[in-house]
């Protein structure tokens, strides 16, 4: 069993970037696969990027693709998700979750890190 806490969400204007962090607990992190998701007001919540437990494949929402960046420090049993050029639309509490297959369900979630982008 995982489990994760997020930090770094804020405000921030549009245009600008913020780093989150999601901190794992357990000495296994580096066998899980991590994901990253939102939402927002009134909406589901929906994926945004993931990465295999290595490190060395990511997958990312059409819509944040060359604006995000997903990543992972297993030595410091961290995963990261830096976002760049940031967009009011994106907006939302974010998530970070975490697996052992390669498919499926995550089973394991953060409590969550409000990002608010301005205008």
């Known amino acids: 069993q995982v489990q994760l806490v997020e930090s770094g969400g804020g405000l921030v204007q549009a245009g600008g970037s913020l780093r989150l962090s999601c901190a794992a607990s357990?000495?296994?992190?580096?066998?899980?696969?991590m994901g990253w998701f939102r939402q927002a007001p009134g909406k589901e919540r929906e994926f945004v990027a993931s990465?295999?437990?290595?490190?060395?494949?990511?997958s990312y929402a059409d819509s944040v693709t060359g604006r995000f960046t997903i990543s992972r420090d297993n030595a410091k049993n961290t995963g990261y998700l830096q976002m760049n050029s940031l967009k009011p639309e994106d907006t939302a509490v974010y998530y970070c979750?975490?697996?052992?297959?390669?498919?499926?369900?995550?089973?394991?979630w953060g409590r969550g890190t409000q990002v608010t982008v301005s205008s």
């Open positions: 357990g000495r296994t992190f580096s066998t899980y696969r």
């Open positions: 990465i295999n437990s290595s490190g060395d494949s990511t």
């Open positions: 979750a975490a697996r052992v297959r390669a498919f499926g369900a995550y089973p394991y």
